[in-house]
């Protein structure tokens, strides 16, 4: 088992800035892609952010492409999530998520990640 937790969200102003963090714990000895998932009210889950387990290929939803930016360490089992130029359509409860061990490249449907953290709350203002 993976455990995932998110922080870094919060209340910011459209234009502002926030960093989103997911540390996992339990069994990460081995290599899974990962992912950033957002869910709106009355909204279906999407696909925010993937990458890989290398890190060399990530793959970003249309509508925050050139304002987000995702990475991880493996070495500290930290998947990050830069969002710059905020919406307030991109309010959102915010979820990371990860593959089976094993399943080192990214995949954009919700049902291929096996782990999930509890969710952060991101709350952008007009």
């Known amino acids: 088992q993976v455990q995932l937790v998110e922080s870094g969200g919060g209340l910011v102003q459209a234009g502002g800035s926030l960093r989103l963090s997911c540390a996992a714990s339990?069994?990460?000895?081995?290599?899974?892609?990962m992912g950033w998932f957002r869910q709106a009210p009355g909204k279906e889950r999407e696909l925010v952010a993937a990458?890989?387990?290398?890190?060399?290929?990530?793959k970003y939803t249309d509508s925050v492409k050139g304002r987000f930016t995702i990475s991880r360490d493996n070495a500290k089992n930290t998947l990050l999530l830069q969002m710059n130029s905020l919406k307030p359509e991109d309010t959102a409860v915010y979820y990371c998520?990860?593959?089976?061990?094993?399943?080192?490249?990214?995949?954009?449907?919700?049902?291929?990640?096996?782990?999930w953290g509890q969710g952060t709350q991101v709350i952008v203002s007009s």
């Open positions: 998520a990860a593959r089976r061990p094993g399943y080192i490249v990214y995949a954009v449907p919700s049902q291929e990640y096996d782990y």
């Open positions: 339990g069994r990460t000895s081995g290599n899974y892609a």
């Open positions: 990458i890989n387990w290398s890190g060399g290929s990530t």
